[in-house]
């Protein structure tokens, strides 16, 4: 089934080509861009390749475009699941449904922020407006092509928000005529290009989408840090004349199945990349609408896409690299793309639409996938929530429809905010659970809330020993598990440190649309004897209208 | 992708790399009992004699690290990636492992979940609103260099600073200056594709 592309085979024996791919020597370092995208790859240009010793060779030709129907589309279960590779019909994310009523994300700028990218695919070609490499000792402004053989990761996460459509060739994005934009940010592994890239291009970009994230499966808190934070507030607040950019990352595959032992569990909030203001936490569902074997918990998860089951049967038809498709791609990689994608057709159907807009309208419009599990629970705005699937699987025929129809909430300018902290000193001794409440009063004007952030520190011998879980009773609304007692572990199975509660911020939107005012309460149990500590201090961050 | 399924991860070398550094840097914290001191205790503690503490500014808090001796990362390399570090013969102690690192190389340094970071060079410093028009000035009063800005409204720049431990003290010394919102440094760190 997979083909070899008329490019790459003709590279075989092209010396240019050769010379382009493998010729090595340097190329021109690491630029002197504003971060404005003044100095962007243009698609529209010659084909620029940079030169480095690589395993993948191309051409510097551009490919040949097509037309006609995607001959894989009916492999894509994810875009209208028909029941064509089992699961249960329907199980999607109602993207073809969407097309025709709202388009295809034309007019949309959507950039993936990812490794090595193969904007030269003839898949991903046809929708490329902008790319940077960020590879060391290539030229900014050369394509971010793979170099070696593991490089696979970017170009399916591309392929899934943003193949052309209706080219006769391979398969359909699920904004399939976005202007994608491909950063390799990650290809150093440095903060300054991932902050860089977060916000490239961000007075025309609506959405960035993120496959990346937290080691998972150790239960260790990491901290994304303040340069990452900064950059998305910065894009949130500024992108797109100050409507803000959506930023999409994934909730992770942290769960531990059986055969993963011993591993720990990760809960998405323990990851702080997802726990970040302005972050869409998107996880995933299998083609049955249920939490994969992977799956995690967490109480920043937003909205769903679909994925695998980890265990057996379908993944996601996508793009591959060196002109191929793949039928495999999993995880929560596979998800985050096509909320981000139906995000792009959001933002096509109501372009004056704020990220708070469109993070509204996600949840709102999402639908409720798995609905005899136990984990739903209405919170206190009559809205239905779940640990492991947020409000739900994104939906994007519902989506586009209520963008239309959306009266915008505002942007950064307009987000209101309430804190509050204490200091409550409260030893924490083996089996036991103390608590602290927080009464937010009626100055905190606050009727609807969109994001809370709650702030925690203790000192305690080994952290992972404390359960800490936030509640509300005035007005009822579920208890929304923050953190839970494990044993953290490196990959193998060693235990490790979980890190420590030095305000450690957890973000959650369990809360949406409840009113502010009310008792907010604490809870922290020591599930484990031999350790102990102290609770020193917590605040809470109230993010609304 | 998820880890563990799928057959390809783009940082697989890397995580994987990381995760052996783990298995050997572990600390085996006492099961759920024993007291002991969990923070900070990593590989580096093991390796003893070498273990030396940092610590940097993740905006206002400050975080402690600690240099693992055994290892490194070579940006000189097109992919950067930790590498068990070559020592001199007899070279025990942390500095003069130290002395061993070429220009473009730096040490390993530690949290306290063990997770590695690396100074590949470059500072990272966020303007206070009232000087984004100012930098330049700014820059040259405290004689650091930029390399770019990092955002489009120039508040967010990178400024030079050599690979290794060099640039977490320069970072630690804008950071006390008092003259910027922020500044760390331009971290290296392996990230997880999903």
Not at chain 1, 20 to 49: F, I
Not at chain 1, 397 to 422: D, E, F, I, P, Q
Not at chain 2, 186 to 194: D, E, S, V
Request: some cysteine; glycine content about 12%.
């Amino acid at each position: 089934m997979r083909s070899v592309s008329p490019y790459a085979r003709a590279i075989a024996i092209s010396i240019l080509g050769l010379l382009a791919a493998c010729g090595g020597g340097g190329g021109g370092g690491g630029g002197s861009s504003s971060g404005s995208g003044g100095d962007d790859g243009n698609p529209d240009g010659p084909v620029q390749l940079a030169q480095q010793n690589c395993s993948f060779a191309y051409a510097p030709q551009k490919p040949s475009a097509g037309t006609g129907a995607d001959p894989l589309l009916s492999r894509q279960w994810h875009l209208r699941n028909e029941g064509q590779s089992g699961g249960r019909v329907d199980e999607d994310v109602r993207a073809i449904a969407a097309w025709s009523s709202s388009g295809k994300g034309e007019g949309v700028r959507l950039a993936i922020v990812d490794d090595a990218i193969e904007t030269l695919h003839e898949d991903l070609f046809p929708n490329l407006a902008a790319f940077r490499n960020y590879r060391p000792g290539a030229a900014p402004d050369t394509h971010p092509l793979p170099c070696a053989p593991d490089d696979t990761h970017g170009t399916a996460v591309a392929g899934i928000a943003a193949a052309r459509d209706g080219n006769g060739m391979g398969v359909a994005g699920v904004a399939p005529r976005v202007a994608l934009a491909a950063y390799n940010a990650l290809a150093a592994g440095l903060e300054s290009d991932v902050a860089d890239a977060l916000r490239r291009g961000a007075d025309v970009t609506g959405v960035y989408s993120n496959s990346w994230g937290s080691p998972d499966r150790t239960g260790a808190l990491n901290a994304s840090g303040a340069t990452f934070r900064n950059a998305i507030l910065d894009g949130v607040a500024l992108a797109r004349g100050g409507r803000g950019a959506v930023y999409v990352f994934p909730a992770g595959n942290g769960g531990c199945p059986a055969s993963a032992a011993p591993c720990s569990p990760d809960n998405s909030n323990y990851d702080g990349y997802v726990n970040a203001r302005g972050i869409v936490t998107a996880c995933a569902v299998d083609i049955d609408g249920q939490a994969p074997s992977y799956a995690e918990p967490g109480a920043n998860i937003l909205v769903c896409g679909m994925s695998d089951r980890g265990t057996s049967g379908p993944g996601i038809t996508t793009t591959d690299v060196q002109n191929r498709y793949r039928f495999d791609f999993s995880g929560t990689s596979a998800s985050t793309p096509m909320v981000s994608g139906v995000a792009a057709l959001v933002l096509q159907a109501n372009p004056s639409l704020t990220w708070r807009d469109v993070r509204l309208i996600l949840a709102r419009s999402a639908r409720k996938n798995d609905s005899g599990d136990s984990g739903w629970q209405e919170n206190a705005a009559r809205l239905s929530v779940h640990p492991y699937y947020g409000f739900g699987v994104v939906d994007a025929a519902a989506a586009t429809a209520l963008a239309r129809s959306w009266s915008s909430v505002g942007g950064s300018g307009s987000l209101r905010s309430c804190s509050y902290a204490k200091s409550p000193n409260l030893a924490l001794h083996d089996a036991t659970t103390v608590s602290d409440t927080i009464q937010v009063p009626a100055d905190c004007t606050i009727g609807n809330i969109e994001f809370v952030e709650i702030g925690f520190s203790a000192t305690h011998s080994y952290s992972g020993d404390l359960r800490v879980e936030l509640l509300r009773s005035d007005p009822a609304s579920p208890p929304a598990v923050l953190a839970a007692s494990r044993t953290c572990r490196n990959d193998s199975g060693g235990q490790i440190s979980c890190g420590s509660y030095d305000n450690w911020v957890f973000g959650s939107v369990r809360n949406l649309d409840e009113p502010a005012q009310g008792k907010w309460t604490l809870a922290v149990s020591d599930t484990v004897t031999g350790n102990e500590g102290t609770w020193t201090a917590w605040s809470l961050t109230l993010w609304g209208r | 992708m998820k880890r563990g399924f799928g057959s390809k991860l783009a940082l697989m070398a890397a995580i994987s790399l990381v995760a052996s550094l783990q298995t050997a840097c572990a600390q085996v914290a006492p099961p759920n009992g024993g007291a002991s001191s969990t923070s900070g205790a990593n590989g580096a503690q093991r390796a003893g004699a070498g273990t030396q503490q940092r610590f940097w500014y993740d905006g206002e808090n400050r975080r402690e690290l600690q240099v693992d001796p055994d290892w490194i990362v070579d940006f000189r390399a097109t992919r950067p990636n930790l590498e068990r570090r070559a020592t001199l013969p007899g070279a025990t102690q942390n500095a003069e492992k130290e002395a061993t690192l070429a220009p473009g190389q730096s040490v390993v340094l530690r949290d306290e979940t063990g997770a590695p970071r690396a100074l590949p060079g470059g500072v990272i410093v966020r303007l206070h609103e009232r000087d984004v028009g100012e930098a330049q000035k700014l820059f040259a009063e405290l004689g650091v260099v930029p390399v770019r800005a990092l955002d489009p409204q120039q508040r967010t720049w990178l400024v030079e600073a050599p690979a290794g431990l060099e640039s977490l003290a320069l970072a630690n010394r804008l950071h006390d200056s008092g003259r910027f919102e922020s500044a760390a440094p331009n971290w290296w760190r392996p990230r997880a594709l999903k």
